[in-house]
């Protein structure tokens, strides 16, 4: 765990390795914040180090509902914090930003202590989060802490991420480490993981013994049970700004398909998934940041073709897949070579039907519900779109043109059987 803050009125901050989708800067910097809070005679009563951000939803002045992320910033406070006790909670409780704050209060049974409420207050006056928010002021969501109790005596640890969603925010928490209403001053080294961290075995199978009456000894081996399939991926909706006009939209679903040591289907969540990039005049790339554990970028380029005609197409697909824990590379693929979703400049490119990017040998990216444009957007809205061959009614046509081929064949089959019976004929009479 390191070393803790001295006193109860200091905390320290640090600061992780930013995470770079293949050498490229521009993504979030995530902080984590350890407490120690210590009690009359200075001694711990209350330890967390955890890392947490939050994504919220909130009404523009023109009416449309944006997007936005709230990071911690380096400098937080942790004033109101209490150890508490058999008969009040404990409560940690930060400052951050301009107003922004969040509190967890847990209270204490004989043998567990357990999360009962947090607290988010988030202020829609900062304007670097909320720009253009139609309500300004303190918005306050309050939100039941779900958690399983934690023996006395135990910290709680869970490092892989997990997300609370209530009123149009999803507070998202990785690498925490916990323990409420310490014993001697001291944090215990006994854990508590959550499900998230604890691998899961496979459920056993009895074997069942067969039904047939010649042969009551035999027994039948239990039929695997097939895997579960996973799921189409939810759709996301994601944008970038050059200022304060949007230069690129996008939305679409995606998933991964991993294959180094065997198969894995990855769902991508739009709702812990933070947008960045670049808006250009010829070049566009869209970051996409899964929590610290999926990075894909697309990136967007111009192309004429005529002197006075120019569309726009995907040109390359960056796969990085992350430790989740110490945000080390477990594995990273380009592909530089695409000449895919090509549409007129000005306007949009949209396929709902499922298509595959090939990145490299182990890695492909299958896309749902794509609509995208990274150039040129005006008002906020895409542009007209022009769909894939796929969505195309021209696909009707395929069915329909080899049911008329086959109709053509038949009759002209059957032309000629009249034809060579007539010449038959003729030539009995002849005879």
Known sequence: MGPRCPAASSCRRRLLLPLLLLGVSGFFQSYAVEVDIKDASNATCLYADWMMRFLIIYESNNGDYKNTTLNLPSNVTHNGSV??????????AVQFG????????????????????????????????????????????????????????????CHNSFSIEAENTTQIFWNVTMQAFVQNGTVSKKESRCAGDTPTSAPTVR?????????????????????????????????????NKTCFLATVGLQLNVSQDKPLLININPKTTVADGAC?????????NDGNSTLIGFTFAVKNTSASVQKFYLREVNVTLLNRLNG????????????????????????????????NEDIQVHTFNLWIQPFLVEANKFATAEECIADS????????????????LIILVFISYIIGRRKSRTGYQSV
Not at 210 to 234: C, L, R
């Open 393 to 408: 009614d021209l696909n009707f046509l395929i069915p329909i043109a080899v049911g008329v081929a086959l109709g053509f």
């Open 280 to 288: 250009g005049n010829t070049t566009a790339t869209l970051k996409l």
């Open 328 to 359: 080390s590379v477990i594995s990273s693929a380009d592909n530089s070579n695409f000449s895919k979703w090509d549409a007129f400049l000005g306007s949009s490119y949209m396929c709902r039907k499922e298509q595959t990017l090939q990145v």
């Open 98 to 157: 301009e107003g922004h704050s969040w509190s967890i209060n847990l209270t204490k049974t004989n043998e567990t202590y357990q999360g009962d409420f947090i607290t988010l207050t988030y202020n829609t006056n900062d304007t670097a989060v909320f720009p253009d928010a139609k309500r300004k002021g303190l918005v306050t969501v309050l939100v039941k802490d779900l958690s399983p109790p934690v023996q006395l005596n135990t910290v709680y640890v």
């Open 207 to 243: 074997p069942t013994i067969a039904n047939v009456t010649t042969a009551p000894t035999t027994t039948s081996s239990p039929a695997p049970t097939p895997p579960k399939p996973v799921e189409n991926p939810d759709t996301g909706n994601y944008s970038l700004k050059s200022g």
């Open 83 to 92: 150890c508490g006790n058999d008969t009040q909670p404990a409560l940690v």
